[in-house]
């Protein structure tokens, strides 16, 4: 009898434990099917984030002449990826475009012919004069190349514009007109003085951001005819808290994070948070390009 009922005990532990064994499969199979449906309904865009780009080749950018930062990036890298984003026929967006056709309310219908293309957005923060006069010529070789304006968007301290710094110059009003004028530059705020925004009352809110913004805009007169300039913010530190963002929507259709991840262009999305990847020295081009494409790190 005891033999039995052992018997009975080990029958049940050994159907509950496949039923369990069971029911974990058939949630980790809908939730791989989850991920791969919204991933076919829902729009991918990388918001790849730079700082400064260097030349490997050119003494000058290299130490002892020069401070190394962990997110310089080298300008024989940067031109190679851009130059296969170009022959896999990117979208190169602004951030105007990006807010028009995926995050106003309602968006703009996208053009036809850009449909069925895939889509990147390049940034750089802090508006380095090394990183100009490094991305520049590469934008216009590229251009006449493969005959492809691409667009390259600047979040930018106008404060410090053309300001010799301690350890890095900035790129001058000149610098973003030029660019500007060529029809390669999209010119977006970083805050007047990247003064980090959860630490400041209303009256320094309000000078960090709308200050950017005159800036930029007096910068650039007679060669914003649309009025683009500084309608978009990427937060310096990546910082925002409540208070600030009451301030930020005064002044600005959308905010860029730095937090590593794309953005998804779903039912949840947010204007004032978008995410940006952050870009470093250790990405290589084949990581960037995977990213690009939808793949992972």
Known sequence: ?????????????????KTVTVIVLAFLFGLGLFRISTELLFEEIPIFGFHDIIDRDNPQERPPDRLEWSSDYFKQDFEAFLTQLVR????????????????ADPPKPIPSEKRKQKKVLISFDDGYKSAHQNILPILEKLDRTYNTPIKIVWFINPAFMGIPGTALDRASCQDFRTGLEKGYYDLQSHTSNHENLTTLDSKDLKKELLGSQNLLRACTDNLDPTNQVANH????????????????????????????????????????????ITVNRNHSVEQLLKIASGGWL
Request: proline content about 3%; aromatic content about 28%; glycine content about 6%.
């Open 233 to 276: 913010l990427a937060y310096p530190f990546g910082a925002v808290n409540r208070f600030a963002l009451k301030e930020v929507k005064k002044y600005y259709k959308s905010g860029y994070l730095y937090n590593g991840k794309t953005l998804r262009i779903d039912w949840f999305r947010d204007r004032y948070f978008l995410p940006r």
């Open 1 to 17: 009898m005891k033999l039995l009922f052992d018997g009975w005990k080990d029958f049940k532990r050994r159907k509950f434990f």
């Open 88 to 103: 896999k026929k990117y979208w190169f967006l602004t951030t105007e475009e990006l807010y028009d056709y995926f995050l």
